[in-house]
């Protein structure tokens, strides 16, 4: 006969954190982790469109979080707000959460949840590669470790981010008279890559599209260095020769283009690891450049946290769990949609001039 009061008794992960229509869903704490409909209180892990949604109507999230928030949503993206630290603890209904740095962009975070012994770690998105523009991802001991999948196939190994930035600059060094747009993602990518420019020593202006520009600039009221940044808007197509311009990807094969000599596309994207996703946007310059974990990210971060069960929320389910079980870990995709890269047409900053 078992003893064991019920409120000593271990509580299953299941019964900590579970996949619902909304995301996945803390019933003993009362709240969603990155919901994908509006819920009475969110829980978000960093602030890119398909993780932070506007109408929640409480927030928890790092400080970086809710400022992105603010400038992408306007001021009453929810009814209230709370800013939480790394390393910070907080008791929320029956469990506690603790958030720890992602790598993933600027106030990225996974988020630890534990009740009684049982610990479980939503990890969000994250890259265990370095990033001079937010904090480093740490290991975080559990039992159960949610993981994205996004490059979750053997193929997609990214390499070194600092190679990829050396053939823009060798391109930029052999066509001087042509100007380098760069596509990436407004949140992140850009800051990252203006960041390992200034790394390998580039230090001429780096310019910007329009919608670039509040993100950026907050990044820099946050102590990353990115050095002399001006807006493309208003310069002279000529003076654009030997430049580099960084813009959403969207804007890259657009009419905006035409007021740069000769431009070569480049966009910085895992993705471009496949060919014919870089022909098929007509990237002639294509940059393995990710902010996301690759292959050897994902399992050896999945294999450091000593976590016996691993659950897969988003991207290329199938091959990492196949990995896990080979590896005797328990592990199942949670199949959560509507996560995955995020959509610049709708994440552009409030106010923002998509043209500028």
């Not at 790598?103 to 988020?111: D, P, R």
């Not at 990995?323 to 949609?337: H, I």
Request: proline share 6%; hydrophobic share 40%.
């Amino acid at each position: 006969m078992n003893l064991t009061p019920d409120y000593i008794a271990e509580m299953r992960p299941q019964d900590i954190l579970m996949p619902v229509a909304a995301g996945l869903c803390c019933r003993p704490g009362g709240f969603h982790i990155d919901p994908v409909r509006p819920v009475e209180w969110a829980v978000i892990t960093h602030g890119h469109s398909d993780h932070a949604r506007p109408g929640h109507g409480a927030v928890l999230a790092t400080q970086e979080t809710l400022d992105m928030m603010r400038l992408r949503y306007g001021d009453n993206f929810a009814r209230s707000t709370q800013a939480i630290a790394y390393g910070e603890e907080l008791k929320l209904g029956d469990v506690t959460v603790k958030f720890h740095p992602a790598g993933h962009v600027l106030g990225s975070a996974q988020i630890a949840v534990s009740c009684k012994d049982t610990c479980v770690v939503a990890s969000g998105d994250y890259k265990d590669a370095p990033d001079p523009t937010c904090a480093p991802f740490e290991v975080v001991p559990c039992d159960v470790f949610i993981t994205e999948a996004t490059f979750g196939l053997p193929v997609f190994r990214h390499g070194d981010a600092a190679d990829e930035i050396n053939k823009l600059l060798a391109s930029v060094a052999l066509f001087p008279e042509r100007a380098h747009l760069v596509g990436a993602y407004s949140l992140g990518k850009a800051q990252r890559v203006i960041a390992l420019l200034r790394l390998a020593g580039y230090d001429a202006p780096i310019y910007l599209h329009g919608a670039m520009e509040k993100i950026t600039r907050y990044y820099e009221s946050r102590g990353v260095a990115l050095g002399e940044l001006r807006l493309v808007k208003g310069i002279k197509k000529a003076d654009l020769a030997g430049t580099i311009t960084l813009a959403p990807p969207s804007a890259t094969s657009d009419v905006w283009t035409r007021r740069f000599p000769d431009p070569v596309t480049a966009f910085a994207s895992g993705w471009m690891r496949v060919r014919a996703r870089a022909r098929q946007r007509g990237v002639e310059l294509p940059l393995v450049i990710s902010d996301h974990a690759d292959w050897d990210g994902l399992t050896a971060t999945i294999d450091a946290t000593g976590a016996g069960e691993i659950w897969v929320t988003h991207g290329q389910e199938d091959a990492l769990v196949h990995w896990c079980t080979a590896k005797g870990l328990a592990a199942r995709p949670l199949d959560l949609v509507g996560y995955g890269d995020e959509d610049e047409s709708d994440a552009l900053p409030v106010g923002e001039d998509a043209e500028a």
